[in-house]
């Protein structure tokens, strides 16, 4: 199975910082990444797909870039609401899809 | 707009069976393949298993392989995940998830299963 590290695993940043979590593959998976956003008790929500892709009804500020096997989360200006846990997933064939291990982005 | 609303969670025993259902309303549900996913508690995202739009092919996790089978019914826009020999490491909560894509663009709010001895 190909497996996923995230880095780092929590991160302590202010509102309007810039920040970025790094998700690397243990083999070259082409653009196969996408980044998800949860907040506690809730669902994971798409935010990029394909390595690049931003999701209809996401921020302009979160953008994503990368592909074989070194990927990057970056968002430009933090806001309140982006403290969250975040998750990137390889969907590179054959299966299974596998999800890195979080990073929680917590308010210095 | 999209809902997906799981169903069937709550307390088994070990070794016993547990049948969970996915909702779908406000997207073209036989159009999309879905997934189940669960996280275990303070724990991460965990892929468990994946159905085709039209449930002709199907693959599950090693971690569940022969003992969890997805499938769905188109005609009543619902998924479903049939669980046996329940084990403590299948404690989560499961997620149905609807892909366009190799992606998961749809989540619902998630069930939780807790399997105790």
């Known amino acids: 199975d190909i497996q996923v590290t995230q880095s780092p695993s929590s991160l302590s940043a202010s509102v309007g910082d810039r920040v970025t979590i790094t998700c690397r593959a243990s083999?070259?998976?082409?653009?196969?990444l996408n980044w998800y956003q949860q907040k506690p008790g809730k669902a994971p929500k798409l935010l990029i797909y394909a390595a690049s892709s931003l999701q209809s009804g996401v921020p302009s500020r979160f953008s994503g870039s990368g592909s074989g096997t070194d990927f990057t989360l970056t968002i430009s200006s933090l806001e309140p609401e982006d403290f969250a846990t975040y998750y990137c997933?390889?969907?590179?064939?054959?299966?299974?899809?596998?999800f890195g291990q979080g990073t929680m982005l917590e308010i210095k | 707009q999209v809902q997906l609303v799981e169903s069937g969670g709550g307390v088994v025993q070990f070794g016993r069976s547990l049948r969970l259902s996915c909702a779908a309303s406000?997207?073209?549900?036989?159009?999309?393949?879905m997934h189940w996913v669960r996280q275990a508690p303070g724990k991460g995202l965990e892929w468990v298993a994946v159905?085709?739009?039209?449930?002709?092919?199907?693959h599950n996790a090693d971690s569940v392989k022969g003992r969890f089978t997805i499938s769905r019914d188109n005609s009543q826009n619902t998924l479903y995940l049939q669980m046996n020999s329940l084990r403590a490491e299948d404690s989560a909560v499961y997620y149905c998830?609807?892909?366009?894509?190799?992606?998961?663009?749809?989540w619902g709010q998630g069930t939780l299963v807790t399997v105790s001895s």
């Open positions: 159905i085709s739009h039209d449930g002709s092919n199907k």
């Open positions: 406000g997207f073209t549900f036989s159009s999309y393949a």
């Open positions: 997933q390889q969907s590179y064939s054959p299966l299974p899809y596998t």
């Open positions: 083999q070259s998976i082409s653009s196969s």
């Open positions: 998830a609807g892909s366009s894509g190799n992606y998961f663009d749809y």
